[in-house]
């Protein structure tokens, strides 16, 4: 099964750089809190609570991606299942667009880093608004849970898509030009490639992160709030 990952190194690389900066601040401030002024230390945290604000932003970007593949996969499968009696007469464009997706593996992450930073570098004591401090605890484990619930759909998908994988698929996919016609024709003719199709559907359909997202833009604003 094929994988795609969301970020890439050039984002990493962007990323790493701006937590290094932040982490020698909070290195400096925190080391020689006694030679620094409060106004320093509340710059300084200011500036960790702005890595956390833009983490959460890229967290949520990693969110519409989820929920793009997630419909995807649930469009994907309602229509091979629709034309399974006769993929031969199925819109040849819509066919072909949807033949490969449920046989790839996505994989899903988010950035935890500034997260990490803020739990163990003592910053998070002298963030005063206690209810932020578990907001936004709160967040990343929804966050988690999320990441948690989707690479779950993948090793559930994978393992009924290996049980669908019998001898006459693995023949299909063994030969050259492989048309989308034939691949599903002989997928879905067996119970456990029905059920592969069948399975991606039930699981997704549980699938709701409008609680998450609606935690993320709270946390936003309210460290928005709390660092002006």
Known sequence: MAKHSFFNKENRTSF??????????????FGGESLLSHKEERKNLNNCLDLVSSELQSDRACMNYCDTIVNNEVQAALFLIKHEHDYASAPMDSLYAVANMPLIRNEISVYTDAFELLKNSGVLTKIKDKKLALEIFQTYDALNDMVYFVNTFYDHKTKYLEQAMNDDVKKVLAGDNVGAVELWSVMTSTKEGKQFLSEIIRFLSSYDPSDVYEMVDNTLADIKSYTR
């Open 16 to 29: 790493f750089l701006n937590f290094l900066a932040v982490v020698l601040g909070i290195v400096i401030t």
